[in-house]
């Protein structure tokens, strides 16, 4: 089972304008799941009450660096545990995936607590950039807005607050 509403890969490049991802179930990518150098631009899209084992609201993996662009990611969660991954609420980026985001809201995402990134997870080489966005009321066991392994996301004029860790963040 793949994502339950986008998929594509290998080097594709859709663009996705005003579209709303919500109440959609997953293994990985509840909203969206871009793999293998998928590089979508994405605007004034919401992507709400998603579930997945992980990458709740959007999974971006090995390669893929998606333009995100006033979209909001609210109410999405991880059902995954620490021995199925279950990392990334509102969006997950592993494998050298990194992301523009630009102009975007993470709200109200939930990881588990156990794991990591409610609001975002970037694992493995990963280093999106995240500009005048907003991680608010995110939770998570660690890294309730954003969480770090392995990569270093660059944030620029951005706004974390209120968001719940167990541990570490």
């Known amino acids: 089972c793949m994502p339950a509403a986008v998929s594509a890969a290998a080097s594709s490049n859709p663009a996705v304008t005003n579209c709303s991802f919500s109440s959609n179930l ?30 709740g609201g959007m999974l971006n993996s090995v390669d893929s660096s998606p333009a995100v ?23 997950w980026n592993s494998f050298r995936s990194s ?10 995402n939930f990881g588990n607590f156990t794991t990591g990134g409610g609001g975002m ?11 005048n966005s907003i991680f608010n009321g995110n939770s998570a066991g660690k890294g309730a807005g954003i969480y770090n392994l392995l990569s270093g996301p660059k944030l ?8 719940s860790a167990v541990q570490q963040g």
């Open 26 to 55: 997953a293994i990985g990518g509840g909203g969206m799941y871009n793999f293998a150098s998928l590089n979508p631009t994405i605007t004034d899209c919401t992507f709400r009450e998603n579930k997945a084992g992980s990458g």
């Open 69 to 91: 662009t006033k979209c909001t990611f609210s109410g999405n969660t991880i059902t995954g545990t620490a021995n199925s991954v279950g990392i990334g609420g509102g969006m």
């Open 156 to 163: 620029i004029n951005c706004t974390l607050y209120a968001n």
């Open 121 to 131: 997870f970037n694992n493995i080489n990963s280093h999106p950039i995240v500009i």
């Open 99 to 108: 992301p523009v985001v630009i102009n975007c809201t993470f709200s109200r």
